[in-house]
Nanobody, 122 residues
Framework: VQLQAFGGGSVQAGGSLRLSCAASGRALSRYSMGWFRQSPGKEREFVASISWNLRATYYAGSVKGRFTISRDNAKNTVSLQMNSLKPEDTAVYYC????????????????WGQGTQVTVSS
């Protein structure tokens, strides 16, 4: 499985960005998909995930109400709409896929995409 992330960039505080991730190599219809992020000197942390059947979404407390995760199983894609961005959201964002329910622990994740940089200036 290969995960390819798109959409990072630089934005001022209060702005919006949309990240997308395309999966290839196999169908991920029974996999949760989601996003983690990592800033310098910190561990990779869970941001959001969505179940394979789109019925359940989970968010870190720090992004709840500002970020929205969605997926399109027909296209094998997952997206993260990020609104009201804050400087503390600055990080490299990683797309992830995990069988069943996604773990919030980075070392337990089965598949990773390459990171995409998000920079929020004050």
């Amino acid at each position: 499985v290969q995960l390819q992330a798109f959409g990072g960039g630089s934005v001022q505080a209060g702005g919006s960005l949309r990240l997308s991730c395309a999966a290839s190599g196999r169908a991920l219809s029974r996999y949760s998909m989601g996003w983690f992020r990592q800033s310098p000197g910190k561990e990779r942390e869970f941001v959001a995930s969505i179940s394979w059947n789109l019925r359940a979404t989970y968010y870190a407390g720090s992004v709840k109400g500002r970020f929205t995760i969605s997926r399109d199983n027909a296209k094998n894609t997952v997206s993260l709409q990020m609104n009201s961005l804050k400087p503390e959201d600055t990080a490299v964002y990683y797309c992830a896929a995990d069988p069943g329910a996604m773990s919030a622990i980075a070392r337990s994740i089965e598949y990773w995409g390459q990171g995409t940089q998000v920079t929020v200036s004050s």
